[in-house]
């Protein structure tokens, strides 16, 4: 099982930007899907984005399309999250996962860190 370590979160007020890491081996981003997942009180864990083991390929969550940009170092070895425009919905524990394929599914993902938390103030 891969080991994924979240950072970079924090409490914001609303507008404000916030980059997430996810820190992994090269071999786990360079040949798995990774994706970010966020969950807030109560509720099940929610797509964010996903970015592909090439490094290029996105795909993003209705609710943060156009806000948030996943990317990816060179040494494929941590992937980002940029978060603009925070609102106060976004506030959740935000995961990152890999699985071999994409997937949006949270039932399909196997190796999960332990989540940084976000709050947006209003």
């Known amino acids: 099982q891969e080991q994924l370590v979240e950072s970079g979160g924090g409490l914001v007020q609303t507008g404000d930007s916030l980059r997430l890491s996810c820190t992994a081996s090269r071999h786990t981003i360079s040949t798995k899907t990774t994706a970010w997942f966020r969950r807030s009180s109560g509720l099940d864990r929610e797509f964010v984005a996903l970015i592909g083991a090439d490094g290029r390929t996105t795909h993003y969550g209705d609710l943060v399309k156009g806000r948030f940009i996943i990317s990816v170092n060179d040494a494929k070895t941590t992937v980002f999250l940029q978060m603009n425009n925070l609102k106060p919905e976004d506030t959740a524990v935000y995961f990152c996962?890999?699985?071999?394929?994409?997937?949006?599914?949270?039932?399909?993902?196997?190796?999960w860190g332990r989540g940084t938390q976000v709050t947006v103030s209003s």
């Open positions: 996962a890999t699985r071999p394929q994409f997937s949006t599914l949270e039932s399909q993902y196997g190796s």
